[in-house]
């Protein structure tokens, strides 16, 4: 029988037992935890990517498999739904770019915007400042009811209903609050001795900015600007409130689908791959940033 391995804690010495003698029930108590914490993991991952897989599958479909009583595993695919969805009238591509711009341009606006904001938040001094980050990101929690009908009263009397820039500002309402918050604690982080260095050796405030804590926390404006650019491009509620004709995006282009003759499952499946894809593949691109943002306690708040 092997010697037992000994080690130091809190001027204690705990033994642990021998090949062949049972665990103790700390650690089986751990072990147990392991495997509980590995099933869930598992139940959340089959219940996100299930779906996903399935609507994938699907958008290949003809509409007699879509609608078949019985899944279908095995199928002759076919491109006829996303072909359909960029010919005759139902060409895509003017939600695309709506989608592209309204997000895109809202998500640059929101880190810019909020990594000044955030960083004055962070190294000003001042009472209340706690009580200040709340209620900024006690904003980003406001029912949307609440925020339409009085944006909608602004945005009709300055002509902004049916535009991008538009959309831009409805969705800078959620995703400024949401920027400053995240952006303020990244910038938490940071020791500030790093920027009176760089003062002391004769840089400016903004330069210090620039120079040195931007760097610092790129991971941060990657993990924020990805997260803005999720919410605006998934964004339903306001799209069909603010935007009309020419400035409809994909999640409207999708509801158009459901009419009271029925539901196009096949391009509805396929609009919807098209919806989620680019988003999934910009955060495995910037998985690295992702997680590190995510991991820094920054969610957290301040």
Known sequence: MSTAQVAQTNGGAVTAAPRGVPQSPLEASTKSTRWVVALLLVVAMLWTLIPLAWMLLSSFKNPTDVTAPTPQFVFAPTLDNYRNLFTGSNNLWPYILHSVLAAGISAVLAVGLGALAGY???RTQMRGKRHLAFWIISTRMAPIAAVVVPLFIIFRGIGLIDSIPGLVLAYLTFN?????????????????????????????????????????TKSGLVTTFVLCLVFAWNDYAFAVVF???????LPIAASQLVTQTGVDWGQLTAIGTIVVVPMM????????????????GAVTGE
């Open 120 to 122: 004055g938040l962070a």
């Open 176 to 216: 400024l609050p949401f920027a400053i918050w995240l952006m303020s604690a990244f910038f938490a982080e940071v020791p500030p001795s790093l920027e009176e260095s760089a003062l002391v050796a004769g840089c400016t405030r903004w330069q210090a900015f620039r120079t040195v804590v931007l760097p610092l």
């Open 243 to 249: 935007s009309g004709p020419n400035s409809q995006t």
């Open 281 to 296: 593949l910009a955060g495995l691109a910037v998985r690295r940033w992702l997680v590190t943002g995510l991991t820094l």
